[in-house]
């Protein structure tokens, strides 16, 4: 049976019309990863002295990475990494860039009035996101990111000239930095990253 019909308005089912593209497909893709698995024969018709180095064999290609530990060789298909330096690759996104001088003198100010402004806050009890967030505010600057809770909120804002106010307040901690922005922007790091 080629076709099933139903009644006007109702899906049809498809028989054999739709099996050629999918046939074709599934030939260019098995044709594609046999061209990838192909292996030189180390014959060469070029010269007796191309055809002698042609025919060392090739090394192994890497199947799997595995860690670096000291006094163990790695079996021949393993892409060695070292575990400390992917690590502190992969928590480069909160490394700050550099901040200019300028950037920073012109964050000095709203930075205390930040610092001065939470310790009230901190002094009178009343710490909350939306108390800290009016504390920045009333500071002077907008596109404030807060994270936290009742407990501890940590803030990061956009400096006048560049960089970031950023830090954290809770009833045991209150630091207020100046830097520059981390390496996925911004001042402070996404929640779950």
Not at 130 to 153: F, K, M, N, P, T
């Amino acid at each position: 049976m080629d076709r099933v019909w139903f009644h006007e308005g109702m899906a049809r089912i498809r028989g054999d019309r739709s099996r050629g593209p999918r046939l074709l497909l599934v030939i260019a893709t098995t044709m594609l990863l046999a061209g990838c698995a192909t292996a030189t024969t180390g014959l060469s018709t070029a010269s007796p002295t191309a055809s002698a180095s042609a025919t060392a064999s090739p090394s192994p290609t890497p199947t799997a990475a595995c860690p670096q530990v000291e006094g163990v060789e790695l079996p021949p298909d393993c892409a060695p990494y070292d575990p400390d330096n992917a690590m502190a690759q992969n928590d480069r996104y909160r490394d700050r860039v550099d901040l200019s001088e300028a950037s920073r003198a012109a964050a000095e100010r709203p930075a205390t009035d930040i610092r001065t402004a939470l310790k009230a806050l901190r002094a009178s009890g009343d710490l909350s996101v939306d108390a800290v967030e009016d504390a920045i505010s009333d500071a002077g600057l907008s596109d404030i990111q807060i994270i936290g809770d009742e407990r501890a909120v940590a803030f990061g804002v956009a400096a006048p000239e560049g960089g970031c106010i950023f830090g954290e307040v809770s009833a045991d901690v209150l630091s207020v930095e100046v830097g520059g922005i981390i390496m996925d922007g911004g001042c402070l790091p996404a929640v779950g990253h």
